[in-house]
């Protein structure tokens, strides 16, 4: 069966970075496009970026130019990087499989906190 586990989040202060991971098995993990997508308390869901499976990216204006998406299909591994975070970044950050709102499966998200 289809597995996301995500993973690598903490508390970072403001301008910090952390890169979260998400581990995918059960399926050919380079068939698919991978999503990164968030979820603050009281806020809607909110979609970040998406890789296909060949490394073509597409990121969310919002976070372009602090947030980038890669992937290792070798390992089947999915990541984000997050630049000069912000307290407005707080939030649950989930894995999925497939682009966007399309996606198929989600992972059971992880916890990133932003704060001084």
């Known amino acids: 069966d289809v597995q996301l586990q995500a993973f690598g989040g903490g508390l970072v202060q403001p301008g910090g970075s952390l890169t979260l991971s998400c581990a995918a098995s059960?399926?050919?993990?380079?068939?698919?496009?991978m999503s990164w997508a968030r979820q603050a308390p009281g806020r809607g869901r909110e979609w970040l970026a998406y890789?296909?499976?060949?490394?073509?990216?597409n990121i969310k204006n919002s976070v372009r130019g602090r947030f980038s998406i890669s992937r290792d299909n070798a390992k089947n591994m999915l990541y984000l990087q997050m630049n000069s975070l912000k307290p407005d970044d707080t939030a649950v950050y989930y894995c999925?499989?497939?682009?966007?709102?399309?996606?198929?499966?989600w992972g059971q998200g992880t916890q990133v906190t932003v704060s001084s």
């Open positions: 999925t499989r497939g682009r966007w709102s399309s996606s198929d499966h």
């Open positions: 059960g399926f050919t993990f380079s068939d698919y496009a």
């Open positions: 890789i296909s499976g060949g490394g073509v990216t």
